[in-house]
C-alpha cells in the first residue's frame, strides 16, 4: 500500500498493490498497522456502503460532537471525493482536498476526524464503500453547502447536480459549526 499526503497532509490518499492475472485480481484494502503508521490510531466501528446514479452529490457531511474519520473508496463507477478542512485551530481551515476515486485506480481517502466530506457521482452509477471512527448520529450531523463561494470548491460539474432535501438546505461555511 502506498500512502500520499495531500496538501492537507492530514488527508491521505492509499494506492493499494493490485495483483492480477486472467483469474481477476487480489488487494489488500486494510491494514491496520500500517494504517496507524501513516494515518493515526483510529479505530473503525462502522462500515456503510451506498450507491448513487450519476449528477448525484452528497455532502458536505460531518458530525460536530461524534466526529467520524471517513476511508472511502469506491468499489464500482466513478466519483469525485472532497475533505474540508472544519477544524479552526488548524492551519489549513476552511481549506478542500478533491481527488477522483473509481473502481480502476482503486484508490482510498483517509478523511480524518474534523472534516466535513462529499462526493459527486462522475460515471453512470458508483457504489461508494467506507469505514467510519464513530457511529451516524443523525441529531449531530451538519451539512455545508457544496457550492458555497468561500470555500470555492472546484467541482467536476456540467450542470446542476442532483441533491437531497438535507443538503439543498446545508448551511454556508461561515455559519457552520467547527471544531476547536
Known sequence: MDFKRLAIPDVVLMT??????????????????????????????????SKSRQGILRGLHYQLKQPQGK???????????VAVDMRESSPTFGE?????????????????PGFAHGFYVLSETA???????????PDDEHSVRWDDPVLAIKWPIEKEPQLSDKDSNGELFQQSPVYE
Open 127 to 137: 457504489e461508494f464503500s467506507y469505514k467510519c471512527t464513530d457511529y451516524y448520529a
Open 16 to 49: 493499494p498493490q493490485v495483483f492480477g492475472d486472467e483469474r481477476g485480481f487480489f488487494m489488500e484494502t486494510f491494514r491496520q498497522n500500517e494504517f496507524e503508521k501513516h494515518c493515526g490510531k483510529y479505530q473503525f466501528v462502522q462500515d456503510n456502503h
Open 96 to 112: 478542500w482536498v478533491g481527488v477522483e476515486l473509481n473502481d480502476e485506480n482503486k484508490q482510498m481517502l483517509w478523511v480524518p
Open 71 to 81: 476511508l472511502v473508496r469506491v468499489t464500482q463507477g466513478r466519483v469525485f471525493d
